[in-house]
């Protein structure tokens, strides 16, 4: 059974920066991705970037692109995202989400259907 627990979130000023965290725990598969999501009240979630283990490949969506930088450490099973340049419309709960497969990954999707295992969120909030 996987286990995902984030950290990191917080109270931060537009332009400012954040690192989350995300340690996975039972993620005993041949190749698996770990991916953070977020979803604001009333809104649906949204993928926000994924990273194989494997091959390392990453992909970021467009609207964080150039200020957030994804992450893994393999030996410690914790992805990293690193938040710059924050936007009001950043804040969100993120949360990390994992999947595992039996054979190697060349893509990690930003699709959360894929994804079988999450954390309960970290709350980002951005101040103007």
């Known amino acids: 059974q996987v286990q995902v627990v984030e950290s990191g979130g917080g109270l931060v000023q537009a332009g400012g920066s954040l690192r989350l965290s995300c340690t996975a725990s039972?993620?005993?598969?041949?190749?698996?991705?770990m991916g953070w999501f977020r979803q604001a009240p009333g809104k649906e979630r949204e993928a926000v970037s994924c990273?194989?283990?494997?091959?390392?490949?990453?992909d970021y969506a467009d609207a964080v692109k150039g200020r957030f930088t994804i992450s893994r450490d393999i030996a410690k099973n914790t992805s990293y995202l690193e938040l710059n340049s924050l936007k009001a419309e950043d804040a969100d709960v993120y949360y990390c989400e994992a999947f595992g497969t039996a054979w190697k990954l060349v893509d990690c999707p930003l699709t959360g259907a894929r994804y079988n295992s999450w954390g309960k969120g970290t709350k980002v909030t951005v101040s103007s």
């Open positions: 039972g993620l005993t598969f041949d190749d698996d991705v």
């Open positions: 990273m194989s283990r494997r091959v390392g490949k990453v």
